[in-house]
């Protein structure tokens, strides 16, 4: 199964752009990057996720190069209930990878 | 649908009590999870069920532990005896095999404490 490596944590003022890198440098062909939060006291939240294409939607933005060894998720203006845990995982639509493994994600911390 | 549901929110007991929590997961979604979450470990899959089926319990950190899942809209992990090194976040979660988003939805998770 492809691993991910992100930088333990961020920080960001609010109403600026919080740009979360995620390297995933052994994706196979099928398998998609998905990104969750977990917002203190709660269960994990689905926000995006992606093949190969840059993929939007109210939360977030979702850049993978075109190589797909790395992605970015982009909130593009942060605000304070974006404090959170961010993890960025490998997932197939098929096979052991279908099932959702997290490390240790990026803890983003937003200042006023 | 009102997502996954979790029982109880918190729960305190006594070391060498047995302990069950409860999850209803969303209805027609085919993987049901048990993870478990520590500030040391971070989050841990114990365990995961294909249409009711355990399919990899090597994330079950003892025979302590144990989840059944009799229906399609039930789960229970089970751990007796209890210990207080098994106080932590329980989450459980489901999700719908199949092309394209198929993403994991997360309950509210158990906080357990065992004194």
């Known amino acids: 199964d492809a691993k991910t490596t992100q930088p333990p944590s961020m920080d960001c003022a609010e109403g600026r752009a919080a740009n979360l890198p995620c390297n995933h440098s052994?994706?196979?062909?099928?398998?998609?990057v998905y990104w969750y939060r977990q917002i203190h006291s709660q269960g994990p939240q689905y926000i995006i996720h992606?093949?190969?294409n840059n993929e939007t939607n109210e939360m977030a933005s979702l850049i993978i190069t075109e190589d797909r060894k790395s992605s970015t998720l982009i909130l593009p203006h942060a605000t304070l209930r974006d404090t959170a845990v961010y993890y960025c995982?490998?997932?197939?639509?098929?096979?052991?990878?279908?099932?959702?493994?997290f490390g240790r994600g990026t803890s983003l911390i937003v200042h006023p | 649908d009102a997502g996954v549901i979790q029982s109880p929110r918190h729960e305190v007991t006594e070391m060498g009590q047995e302990v069950t929590l409860r999850c209803k997961p969303i209805?027609?979604?085919?993987?049901l999870f048990w993870y478990r979450q520590t500030m040391m470990r971070g989050l841990e899959l114990l365990i995961y069920?294909?249409?009711?089926?355990?399919?990899?319990d090597s994330g079950m950190p003892e025979d302590r532990f144990s989840a059944k899942m009799p229906n399609a809209s039930f789960s229970t992990l089970k751990i007796q005896p209890s210990e207080p090194r098994d106080s932590a976040v329980y989450f459980c979660?489901?999700?719908?095999?199949?092309?394209?988003?198929?993403?994991?939805?997360f309950g509210q998770g158990t906080r357990l404490t065992v004194v």
């Open positions: 069920f294909n249409n009711n089926v355990p399919i990899d």
């Open positions: 209805s027609g979604h085919d993987y």
């Open positions: 052994t994706i196979s062909g099928n398998e998609y």
């Open positions: 979660a489901s999700s719908l095999r199949g092309t394209g988003r198929t993403e994991a939805f």
């Open positions: 995982i490998v997932r197939s639509s098929s096979g052991g990878s279908y099932i959702p493994t």
């Open positions: 992606g093949l190969k």
